[in-house]
């Protein structure tokens, strides 16, 4: 294969993305809609859900909208389920929800807390992954990508759950990249802090101060990890499994 810009293209292929109506998830969901995509997107609040689709329509894409969490078991398989019977297929798959309820020590976090983050964290991807293959994947290939977070690599005060909690996705994403080859390739992507509005209260009290710590000068936009979700979900990357790219603006170097 030559690599030119044709390999990021992903004409032809359907895609599926958690937590897609703000933030990285959106800008994941619009690049793929450039790239020639249809996209499916779920997300909690219908709403968004809405304006997400109409926003992917006007980029030329077939899109539809599921309403639900990620961490539902129902909402899942009405996902996948709808992905294909809709869009036709189910080609990538990225699990980018994630929810965080829990600041401060790990040894203060409430039971409650805990649960809710790993379920929709982790048990989430997990059953995702395995919609995903029963109903398509298994016998189409595709590619999956996690979206995790340097935090899961390197420790950080205030939401150690959290962390742990990406920490799980990137021992799953290897798991995965080793169980489902060779026709399914497995990836993470780790970024770094990122002006979205889960983040918020680590950017927006001081946000010269966040830009300054970065050794290339400002924090992440979500369109900073859209593009290394496109490469991860291209032909592009087609030799490349059970792998974590950071995106951190070199923030693991300090």
């Not at 699990?95 to 829990?102: D, G, I, K, S």
Request: with cysteine; glycine share 12%; proline share 6%.
């Amino acid at each position: 294969m030559t690599v030119d810009a044709a390999s990021l293209r992903l004409d032809g292929r359907v895609a599926l993305v958690t937590g897609g109506t703000r933030g990285i998830g959106r800008a994941i969901a619009e690049a793929y809609a450039v790239a020639g995509a249809s996209v499916a997107v779920l997300a909690r609040k219908p709403a968004e859900l809405d304006e997400t689709r109409a926003a992917l329509e006007a980029l030329g894409a077939r899109a539809v909208a599921v309403p639900g969490s990620a961490g539902d078991p129902e909402a899942i398989e009405r996902a996948v389920a709808t992905c294909i019977s809709e869009l036709g297929g189910l080609d990538i798959l990225v699990n980018n929800a994630a929810t965080n309820p829990a600041f401060g020590p790990v040894v203060d976090v409430e039971p409650g807390a805990l649960r809710k983050i790993l379920e929709v964290n982790v048990e989430g991807p997990i059953r995702l992954v395995q919609a995903a293959w029963r109903a398509w994947m298994r016998e189409h290939g595709g590619a999956v990508i996690n979206i995790a977070s340097i935090g899961g690599i390197q420790p950080a005060p205030f939401i150690g759950v959290y962390n742990v909690s990406k920490g799980a996705l990137l021992q799953l994403t290897r798991q995965l990249a080793l169980e489902l080859a060779p026709g399914v390739r497995v990836n993470a992507l780790a970024p770094g802090l990122v002006k979205t509005d889960m983040a918020r209260a680590l950017w927006e009290p001081d946000a010269a101060g966040a830009d300054s710590l970065q050794p290339l000068g400002r924090i992440g936009v979500p369109d900073d990890i859209a593009g290394a979700a496109l490469f991860l979900a291209s032909d592009a990357a087609s030799w490349l499994t059970g792998a974590t790219l950071v995106v951190d603006g070199g923030a693991l170097l300090r």
